[in-house]
């Protein structure tokens, strides 16, 4: 394949690891269906993978400038591929859940990976036009998922959504093995696994008492039992890191205001933009009565919007301040999703359109500059471990605003229906479980207060998420600074240094 072999196989796996965080979107009600599934069940499908991908990707890395980063990703694609299999083969929610953390951990050791091999293979302009490339996949892959998933389901059923990775993994294996060369650092030191221990703790409990706290409550003890553990593994995290001699994370980079800003829109961007589409594909189909490839097709705004954008931003935007391109498409992505929040009982699909343009052009000014910008706000050596930490923050932002979005949405909706149905909790459970339409089907009286239910769960959850979004713009135009050279940890050391004599 000449020389931009090792750039087709890197990209083949960048493409399905990102493309699988959210093409089960528009498969949701159909899995719900096939597996009867709870509502937890269905957040969990969802959060599970961004969580084992956030919480993983760090440590992958470091495991590959160790070990080898060709062999890294070649384990992540088998890890992948295999658990691929398990979700599309799963019997029940459980299994389907515990094959989706497995997905999220090969996707981990790929996605780790994959600047580095391009980094590696490259050089001069084809290292710029090689990046370009895979910028562009990556940015395809994130908002091409919903209307592959739907093209699937609605052909082949939702298990093909998994089982689509198999022969691009088998494909994406053998191109890597025979063009790409292995690469190390010859200076990687060990692994902090404490490190990567905690924080895999901090994050899987916390999010999963943001996702009880939706059906047991904020102050129900197992709640805030998760809520406590968590708080007590971050603490001990951040006090790990700190004496750690080879830290995941090097906790001083947040003395920079501006990555500190980029960190903060990093976490609210996937949240904001993307996270509340679970919940707005089940009012699609099981409300509005359209079929996954329809589903998919609302909400083409985003991905189509923001693919143009991202290719003008890149082009006539580059000299342009990231205070005001991170500050700008974030606010564009909350104005986007508060922009949704109009929907009444009588609203059909097209009242969304609108907002999810507005949220594209968002993503498309944030996504080709966020990256750039932590990097340039921290030292020239630490830039990998940036640009890690903030992948880590968008998928760990994505899979908490899930949980929370999901609280927001259930509580909402049930409250609109307390003293209207002889049983709230049974009727909320049939209408998150995407049973809907069989409710509507009883009488007219059923389905004007199903419709009218919904309407008040999304609108109560984009203006959550809108207000995230524009919180997180303000955040960013406030710390976010132009670049400005950065001293190292050994330049400040030898600062200390003539400064003490």
Known sequence: MGKWGPLTAVSLGTFMLLVDVNIVTVAMPDMTTSLKASFSSLQWVMDVYALALAALLLGAGGLADLLGRR?????????FAASSLACGLAPNAASLIA???VQGAGAAMMFATTVALVNASYSGRDRGVAFGVWGAVSGAASGIGPILGGLLTEQFGWRATFLVN???????????????????????????????????????????GLTRAGEDGWAAPGTLGMFAVGAVALIAFVAMEFRSPHPILDLRLFRSPSFTGIMIASLAMSGAAFAYLMYTSLWLQSVQGLGAIEAGLVILPIPAVSFVVSWLSGRYLHAVSPRWTVGAG???????????????SGSGWSAVMPGFAVVGAGVGVVMPNVTAAGMASVPMERGGMAAGAISTCRQLGFAASVAVFGTVFRTTLEGSLDHKVPDVAAATTALTGGKAAQVMAQSPEHASLVHAAFASGLNATFLTAGAIGLAAAVVALVLVRRPAPVASPVQESRQGVLADT
Do not use: C, H, K
Not at 330 to 344: D, E, P, S
């Open 71 to 79: 062999a890294v990703y070649v384990a992540g694609l088998v890890v």
């Open 99 to 101: 094959a989706r953390g």
């Open 166 to 208: 198999l022969p691009v993994s088998v494909v994406a294996v053998a191109l890597t093995l025979r063009v790409v060369a292995e690469s190390r650092n010859p200076e990687a030191r060990r692994i902090d696994l404490p490190g990567m221990a905690l924080f895999a703790a901090a994050a899987g409990t916390t999010v999963y």
């Open 330 to 344: 974030m606010l564009l992505i909350g104005a986007g999703v508060m922009a949704q929040a109009v929907l009444t």
